[in-house]
């Protein structure tokens, strides 16, 4: 089957939402979204992207928080997104932490955007990836697509504007 499909990818923590004040962020309260995020997202949407979530979540495998307040959290944002407007197709999280195990799917690996090639049909000359983090972009460059870094908790207008021209 032919990959025919356009893609943006984001990090959450740091890109979507603010982490200011928290290096984890899985309560509702803390959840805050960055400026403009929103109105970017919407305007990827509107232009025909499927709209992707990559994030790590060490906290997990650190006995921090849980799968469910992960899903909880992810809940919640996904109905602020839809309440605008914006759908985001599908959330892939790492819940493993190198410090406690290895595995194969945590950032900076390739590992969740490659299975989303696979499993939406995308068309990786047509996939871009937004993150704060340096393992954003290696995650991005290994799979094959676009990785565009951002200044954590900022407006990134502007590579929404080179993405859409």
Known sequence: MESTHKAVFFDRDG????????????K????????KVIENMKRLY??????????????????????????KLHSFMLGKLSDAGVYIKDIFYCPHHESVKKCECR????????KAVEDYQ???????????????IQAAEAAG????????????????????K
């Not at 509107?46 to 060490?58: E, H, R």
């Not at 995308?122 to 954003?136: A, E």
């Open 15 to 26: 890109t979507i939402n603010s982490d200011i004040g928290h290096y984890y962020v899985y």
């Open 28 to 35: 509702e309260e803390d959840f805050v979204f960055n400026p």
């Open 46 to 71: 509107d232009a025909g992207y499927i709209l992707f979530v990559v994030t790590n979540q060490g906290g997990v495998a650190k006995g921090l928080y849980s799968c469910d307040d992960v899903e």
């Open 107 to 114: 950032k900076p690996s390739p590992y969740f955007i490659n």
């Open 122 to 136: 995308l068309d990786r000359n047509n996939c871009y990836f937004i993150g704060d983090g340096d393992r954003d």
């Open 145 to 164: 697509i676009i990785g565009y870094k951002i200044e954590k908790n900022t407006d990134f207008s502007y590579i929404i504007d080179k993405i859409l």
